[in-house]
């Protein structure tokens, strides 16, 4: 008896086992984490990029104004937040996928887990403020032959006048200052850059006020077309999400996915 109660119990280990990989391999994100969270009463809190799979129960300290932002590769986008001690132990269960996710969302998800174990924070936009007024663009440009890029892809919208124009790439310490006097979206002008890679790139009004802010990955003019191609199927997926579950950070997962595609390292924030 005591032989056939353990056999028995075999594939009930090997059912649970592999139903633990699938959930573990289709894992969600902790994108935004405030406060002290746990998953599944374990004793490390959460941190931002951690894995929350599906299933998974979330419980927080007894401290006010506790959040957390979890992001699912089905597109889901949950938050939880908690005021007092009878709801933050209760804790919150992870809901199990809607649907499936395919192939190319569960490589973005491994992507995006990837670049943000490179950097200190996953916002790659510049620490200051965002009016209200501030256009914000990821962009895929060509790399000329004289080591230039065209402005006329990421300024297509801008109006004419004159700007004042930085531009830093990831290696660089500080941004380079340029002046700009654009004609619109005809213009031709160009702007050096030093190799290929990221940038940012900020742009000001005459008056001083914030009017652009663009992440550029710079490639090869040969490898353009099919960079272009990955990071438009991935725009076309984060938009989406975003129209079923409004508020994913799409600029942020765009600049990521523009690091990954970029090849190289990226500098520490």
């Known amino acids: ?23 573990t391999a289709k894992s969600g ?33 007894t401290t006010a ?10 597109g889901q986008r949950l938050f939880y937040d908690c005021h007092d001690a009878h709801t933050c132990s209760q804790g919150f269960r992870i809901p199990a996928l809607m649907a499936e996710p395919d192939k190319d969302a569960l490589e973005l998800f491994d992507t995006i887990r990837r670049v943000m174990k490179q950097v200190t924070s996953t916002a790659s936009l ?20 004289d080591g230039s890029i065209a402005l006329k892809r990421p300024f297509a919208a801008l109006p004419p006048g004159h700007y004042r124009l930085t531009l830093q790439g990831e290696s660089e310490a500080e941004p380079s200052e340029h002046s700009l006097s654009w004609s619109g979206p005809h213009d031709e002008g160009h702007l050096a850059l030093t190799g290929p890679g990221t940038y940012r790139l900020r742009l000001f009004g005459s008056l001083g006020g914030e009017r652009l802010r663009v992440f550029i990955l710079a490639v090869p003019s040969e490898s353009f077309s099919s960079t272009q191609k990955d990071f438009e199927e991935t725009n076309k997926d984060l938009q989406e999400w975003n129209e079923i579950f409004p508020g994913w950070p799409i600029h942020e997962w765009l600049q990521l ?13």
């Open 29 to 61: 994100i902790a994108w935004e984490v405030h406060g002290n969270w746990y998953l599944n009463h374990e004793q490390h809190p959460l941190h931002k990029g951690d894995d929350v799979p599906p299933g998974a129960l979330l419980t927080a300290d």
């Open 65 to 74: 104004n506790g959040s957390i932002l979890v992001l699912l590769p089905d």
């Open 126 to 145: 510049p620490k200051a403020p965002v009016v209200s007024t501030t256009t914000i663009v990821e962009t895929v440009v060509p790399i000329q032959s």
């Open 257 to 269: 996915y523009l690091r990954s595609l970029s090849g190289t390292q990226p500098e520490k924030d």
């Open 1 to 23: 008896m005591l032989l056939k109660t353990w056999l028995a119990a075999i594939p009930l280990l090997i059912c649970s086992a592999w139903i633990y990989a699938e959930t």
